[in-house]
């Protein structure tokens, strides 16, 4: 059969969440790329209440064919965002973008189309982050990147449920729709929720080297604190017993040290050092293994002292 006539047989739909993010250059992009994939596909971008300078620059891509910009009436957060976008897609296969994104390769599109068919239920492209250092207040989030999401799909596979980055990632909508739908709560973190409930009920997960550039980086004190954030939404799921397997180390680190009683002595280092570990972090130079500890320290006060 000839390959072209294959690639017609596919159908995606594209989805983007937005918020305060010029999305022109990430959409004429993979407009780009999905004509010459000759695939039937549509792209979706909803807009979750962006100030209106940004929502009058990204509606020109509502110029190009098959592609649609929408404003949501308020900001309902990211989990939201993506059923709705998840419920208005016409195709099966829903591949989800974050704004602040650039596809790596000029065959990005192909890649997860040449994979459409092959079983699973979830493919995920990766991260990837430029050589070129940021600014020193950004300093935090990029060395966190490079050194703990920028990692080859060979490695991801190992553990297939513990990366998995929603930036950029390939599922079927009927999977979607059911996983994101057991996620009730607004907060930052839930991508570590979303991982558990893709290994708890087996679905199939498997990385690829696809990665986008993350663009967006956050300035070294609102990253901590989503951090922090993240950490919260983990002990509310644990609270709530709603994490029945997981890949997280944090978490199953965490388990461990409270099995152990060790939790007493790292809730104890973070209230006695917790300011020195920020003053390093927040630094031009942050250590990212300290980081971890930072993090060890954290879920561990935050359990007994909340």
């Given at each position: 059969?000839?390959?072209?006539?294959?690639?017609?047989?596919?159908?995606?739909s594209?989805?983007?969440?937005?918020?305060?993010?010029?999305?022109?250059?990430?959409?004429?992009?993979?407009?780009?790329?999905?004509?010459?994939?000759?695939?039937?596909?549509?792209?979706?971008?909803?807009?979750?209440?962006?100030?209106?300078?940004t929502?009058?620059?990204?509606?020109?891509?509502?110029?190009?064919?098959?592609?649609?910009?929408?404003?949501?009436?308020?900001?309902?957060?990211?989990?939201?965002?993506?059923?709705?976008?998840?419920?208005?897609?016409?195709?099966?296969?829903?591949?989800f973008?974050?704004?602040?994104?650039?596809?790596k390769?000029?065959?990005?599109?192909?890649?997860?189309?040449?994979?459409?068919?092959?079983?699973?239920?979830?493919?995920?492209?990766?991260?990837?982050?430029?050589?070129?250092?940021?600014?020193?207040?950004?300093?935090?989030?990029?060395?966190?990147?490079?050194?703990?999401?920028?990692?080859?799909?060979?490695?991801?596979?190992?553990?297939?449920?513990?990366?998995?980055?929603?930036?950029?990632?390939l599922?079927?909508?009927t999977?979607?729709?059911?996983?994101?739908?057991?996620?009730?709560?607004?907060?930052?973190?839930?991508?570590?929720?979303?991982?558990?409930?893709?290994?708890s009920?087996?679905?199939?997960?498997?990385?690829?080297d696809?990665?986008?550039?993350?663009?967006?980086?956050?300035?070294?004190?609102?990253?901590?604190?989503?951090?922090?954030?993240?950490?919260?939404?983990?002990?509310?799921?644990?609270?709530?017993?709603?994490?029945?397997?997981?890949?997280?180390?944090?978490?199953?680190?965490?388990?461990?040290?409270?099995?152990?009683?060790?939790?007493?002595?790292?809730?104890?280092?973070?209230?006695?050092?917790?300011?020195?570990?920020?003053k390093?972090?927040?630094?031009?130079?942050?250590?990212?293994?300290?980081?971890?500890?930072?993090?060890?320290?954290?879920?561990?006060?935050?359990?007994?002292?909340?």
């Amino acid at each position: 059969m000839d390959d072209k006539f294959t690639l017609t047989f596919y159908m995606l739909s594209v989805l983007i969440p937005v918020y305060n993010y010029d999305i022109r250059p990430l959409v004429n992009l993979l407009h780009e790329q999905l004509i010459a994939s000759q695939v039937e596909f549509e792209i979706i971008c909803l807009d979750d209440y962006s100030n209106k300078k940004t929502g009058i620059l990204n509606a020109e891509i509502k110029q190009l064919q098959y592609t649609s910009y929408k404003l949501s009436s308020n900001n309902f957060g990211r989990v939201a965002t993506r059923q709705a976008l998840a419920k208005q897609a016409s195709y099966d296969w829903l591949l989800f973008l974050d704004a602040d994104v650039m596809p790596k390769s000029h065959q990005f599109i192909s890649k997860y189309i040449a994979l459409l068919s092959t079983g699973n239920d979830a493919i995920y492209g990766g991260f990837a982050y430029t050589l070129e250092q940021p600014k020193n207040d950004y300093m935090l989030r990029w060395r966190y990147g490079t050194s703990n999401e920028q990692v080859h799909a060979s490695k991801r596979n190992k553990t297939p449920y513990k990366i998995v980055i929603s930036a950029n990632f390939l599922i079927k909508k009927t999977v979607f729709l059911e996983l994101n739908s057991q996620i009730t709560q607004r907060g930052y973190g839930y991508d570590n929720y979303f991982g558990a409930l893709l290994k708890s009920l087996q679905f199939k997960v498997y990385h690829i080297d696809n990665e986008v550039y993350h663009l967006g980086l956050e300035p070294n004190e609102i990253y901590l604190h989503k951090i922090e954030q993240s950490i919260d939404t983990l002990l509310k799921l644990d609270l709530n017993k709603e994490i029945q397997q997981t890949d997280n180390s944090l978490y199953n680190t965490y388990k461990s040290l409270k099995r152990l009683k060790l939790n007493y002595l790292f809730s104890k280092i973070y209230r006695v050092f917790k300011n020195r570990f920020k003053k390093n972090l927040l630094s031009r130079k942050p250590d990212i293994r300290l980081l971890q500890f930072y993090k060890l320290s954290y879920i561990c006060y935050q359990d007994l002292n909340s």
